[in-house]
């Protein structure tokens, strides 16, 4: 299974940028990096997900480290509905099942 | 555009009961896939459909679980009979084929084996 390495917990002032770190250091050439959240009692949602090259779009920004070994999902201006489990996975472009890992539980502060 | 559904939300059953927990994916949307989380663990995945063939069920605990997706639209996962361990958060995804492997969840069924 792919492994991931995050932080259990962070916290985050509502209207401050949120960075949430990622490491996949056995991630390998073709293989992409999704992020996930899961508010509670929801199911996961789909966030943002890139290969090589930084992605952003309506809801954050991805940045991928050269090796591709690491990652940082940001949320530019937390909000209080951004509090959830967050997921870094890495799986093929392909239609496969995500291995999910124990994730970063963010707290937002008003 | 109605996203993933799962009913029921919520189902409590006795040990040794049978329980079919339905999902419907997105409309056109050719891969299922079902996950869960037991108590305590991480989301774990069970098999994946695409239309009505089971691509992969690597994840498929025993042979207790059933799952079907008859004409390669709705799913089901029928558990018989159920165990205790068997409680936990079931979740179905839907994705369209070369879609990025996007996956959009249900909200997910809550069952609880007494």
Not at chain 2, 78 to 86: F, N, S
């Given at each position: 299974d792919a492994k991931t390495t995050q932080?259990?917990?962070?916290?985050c002032a509502e209207g401050r940028a949120a960075n949430l770190p990622c490491n996949h250091s056995t991630i390998s050439?073709?293989?992409?990096?999704?992020?996930?959240?899961?508010?509670?009692?929801?199911?996961?949602?789909?966030?943002?997900?890139?290969?090589?090259?930084?992605?952003?779009?309506?809801?954050?920004?991805l940045i991928i480290?050269?090796?591709?070994?690491?990652?940082?999902?940001?949320?530019?201006?937390?909000?209080?509905?951004?509090?959830?489990?967050?997921?870094?996975?890495?799986?093929?472009?392909g239609n496969e099942k995500l291995t999910f890992g124990t994730g970063t539980r963010l707290t937002i502060i008003p | 555009e109605a996203g993933v559904t799962q009913f029921p939300s919520h189902s409590v059953i006795e040990k040794g009961q049978t329980v079919t927990l339905r999902c419907d994916p997105i409309s056109g949307h050719d891969n299922l896939y079902w996950y869960r989380r037991v108590m305590g663990k991480e989301i774990k995945?069970?098999?994946?459909?695409?239309?009505?063939?089971?691509q992969d069920e690597s994840g498929m605990p025993n042979n207790r679980f059933?799952?079907?997706?008859?004409?390669?639209?709705?799913?089901?996962l029928?558990?018989?009979?159920?165990?205790?361990?068997?409680s936990g958060v079931y979740f179905c995804a839907s994705s369209l084929s070369l879609a990025k492997n996007i996956q959009y969840f249900g909200a997910g069924t809550r069952l609880s084996v007494l």
């Open positions: 932080p259990p917990s962070m916290d050439g073709n293989e992409y990096v999704y992020w996930y959240r899961q508010i509670h009692s929801q199911g996961p949602q789909y966030i943002i997900h890139g290969l090589k090259n930084n992605e952003t779009n309506e809801m954050a920004s480290t050269e090796d591709r070994k690491s990652s940082t999902l940001i949320l530019p201006h937390a909000t209080l509905r951004d509090t959830a489990v967050y997921y870094c996975i890495y799986t093929n472009f | 995945f069970l098999l994946h459909f695409v239309k009505e063939s089971k059933l799952a079907e997706r008859t004409g390669g639209t709705y799913s089901t029928k558990v018989q009979p159920a165990e205790l361990e068997d």
